[in-house]
């Protein structure tokens, strides 16, 4: 028996691994990873039990353009599993397993894990039709949010993930109100320039100090609008480890996940920084006619605001002045206790799926 953990990006990018790496240990089972380096080119690299396909295909940008390198990666994917002939396959959102449906839905029915974490091309209805049969003939499917039953159709077989990582990091005291200027970071791939480009314009030059911490996304040049515009208070810093968050957010007072209504794949996502909130105790701000937005309002770990609409920065004020932190806390907590028995729930299915 050995599995076969399917990803398309590279594991700095993928902390949710972890749950499966971990299983597959805990049971003595057999793994190996692929992975995708969108980054740099070279091929397919295997080094231990990592397989990684080195092909530059960035985040955003055309789409057209992504296509070569999405066929080499299916090459790749396909001939390592024919070669290794696998007993189990976790397959990591619908990009890679659409691509090879008809190779998984002939030889893994019932022997593979889809888990499912973005939006991605169900608007296209060949491309759905496909994702449904992969869910129907799964062992089971796990969505990462509630939100996704908006474009995934319903089915006995989907359980519920979440994107938590860094537990054993835990803060108890929130930094808002302690000091001034109030520091609003971004944590993550740095994109949705419209909505952040309107967040800076209604900030700068005010007490607030924007921050944006990890690698700006293809077509996001949030660095030279500033650059142009001479605005001061706002501040980048590159890519990060996981594991420095903790210590990334000492310096964050509240968590900017500003990412507009203009999508499904921004209105049904819980990004990590929605447990970075729960776990740092960091308020977060949000965007109203989101999933996000309304899991924020429904457990009072923040704010959730309407962009064109709302006055930001006198919302912003009233959320500091009437800052409560013991009921904050305790919103967070009971948040997290519900969190935690459904991923511990996922990770019982997991294991049961590797014993198999």
């Known amino acids: 028996m050995k599995v076969l953990i399917v990803d398309t990006v590279s594991y700095d990018r993928a902390p949710y691994l972890q749950y499966y790496i971990n299983a ?13 380096n969108r980054d740099s080119n070279g091929g397919l690299k295997h080094e231990n039990n990592i397989f990684t396909m080195n092909c530059v295909c960035p985040f955003g940008g055309s789409k057209l353009k992504k296509i070569f390198p999405m066929l ?6 396909l001939q390592t599993i024919k070669q290794n002939q696998y007993s189990h396959l ?10 090879i449906s008809n190779y998984v839905l002939n030889h893994y029915k019932g022997r593979y894990i889809l888990d499912i974490r973005d939006y991605t091309y169900e608007k296209i209805p060949y491309y759905k039709k496909i994702e449904n049969q992969l869910i129907q003939n799964s062992n089971f499917t796990t969505i990462s949010s509630r939100g996704f039953l908006a474009f995934v159709d319903d089915n006995s077989k989907i359980i519920v993930n979440h994107n938590i990582s860094n537990i054993d990091q835990t803060v108890e005291k929130p930094t808002l109100g302690l000091e001034k200027p109030v520091k609003i970071g971004f944590v993550g791939s740095v994109r949705y320039p419209d909505e952040n480009i309107k ?7 005010k007490n607030f100090l924007l921050k944006y911490v990890g690698p700006e996304v293809a077509g996001c040049d949030l660095q030279g609008y500033c650059r142009k515009h001479n605005i001061k208070n706002v501040l980048f810093q590159g890519k990060f480890k996981n594991q420095d968050k903790a210590f990334i957010y000492e310096g964050i007072d ?9 999508s499904l794949e921004v209105t049904t996502a819980i990004p990590n920084r929605y447990y970075d909130s729960l776990l740092f105790k960091k308020p977060i ?19 959730a605001v309407n962009l064109e609409q709302d006055i930001i ?7 500091i002045r009437f800052f409560d932190t013991a009921q904050f806390l305790n919103n967070c907590h009971q948040t997290l206790k519900s969190i935690i028995i459904e991923q511990n729930d996922f990770y019982q299915r997991i294991k049961e799926f590797i014993q198999s």
């Open 199 to 205: 967040l800076i314009e209604v900030l700068k030059g």
């Open 285 to 303: 701000i949000a965007s109203k006619g989101t999933y996000l937005g309304e899991l924020v309002e429904k457990n009072g770990i923040g704010l």
């Open 313 to 319: 920065e006198d919302k912003l004020v009233d959320y």
């Open 90 to 99: 976790v397959l990591i959102n619908t990009l890679a397993p659409v691509m």
């Open 24 to 36: 597959c240990k805990e049971k003595e089972v057999p793994f190996d990873l692929f992975l995708w």
């Open 72 to 77: 080499q990666y299916r090459k790749a994917l």
């Open 254 to 262: 509240i968590i900017n996940s500003l990412y507009g209504d203009f």
